[in-house]
């Protein structure tokens, strides 16, 4: 299994998080692309947020920085274009001992302050009421979808499709529940 993969942690820390979904293609709401029609869903859509003082351009910036306590890998992370493949190049070194242990409290937390701070996305998950929402990784190179997403086979979306059951139980319920580390925020203290 790759170094990066983080089915290990979620069948670990979150067995609870890992199944394998299957979903009636024409009954869902698919993201893949930001500029997309449900773009927004996206976790690197375009939506700033605004955590412990510090802006972030996208939730996958703050996500992704929420790996790590080393000051210049925050930083290296904060001023990349593309925050999940520069974070990549600092997880070997890097990436907190117990990431495995908050990753899925992380990516709530994350969900919940785009929920919170941004109109369009809140909106975006209100029209998708009564569909199912999938991550759609089928123009992947990977032969099956990682943990977040799905791929589509014949007219069935199939996959672990994690960020999507996260998405659907933000939008039912309006908020999620998570528990995170004291030290999880440490790393704002690098940023500008």
């Not at 890992?18 to 500029?35: I, L, R």
């Not at 773009?39 to 920085?65: D, H, I, M, Y």
Request: hydrophobic share 35%; glycine share 4%; net charge neutral.
């Amino acid at each position: 299994m790759s170094f990066y993969s983080i089915r290990h942690f979620i069948e670990q820390y979150y067995p609870e998080n890992y199944t394998w979904e299957k979903y009636p293609a024409d009954e869902c709401v698919t993201f893949h692309k930001t500029t997309d029609e449900w773009g927004v869903l996206s976790n690197f859509a375009r939506t700033p947020l605004l955590v412990k003082g510090v802006k972030f351009k996208c939730a996958e910036q703050l996500f992704q920085l929420m790996k790590f306590k080393e000051p210049e890998a925050i930083k290296a992370v904060y001023a990349a274009g593309n925050p999940k493949m520069t974070a990549k190049h600092w997880e070997r070194t890097c990436r907190r001992d117990y990431w495995g242990m908050m990753i899925v409290d992380a990516m709530k937390f994350v969900l919940q302050e785009k929920y919170n701070q941004c109109e369009e996305f809140r909106l975006a998950l209100e029209r998708s009421r009564g569909r199912y929402i999938v991550e759609d990784q089928t123009s992947f190179p990977k032969k099956t979808p990682d943990t977040w997403g799905t791929k589509l086979h014949d007219d069935v979306f199939e996959g672990p499709n994690l960020l999507g059951r996260l998405l659907m139980e933000l939008r039912d319920k309006g908020s999620l529940t998570f528990q995170l580390p004291e030290d999880t925020f440490d790393f704002v203290r690098f940023l500008p």
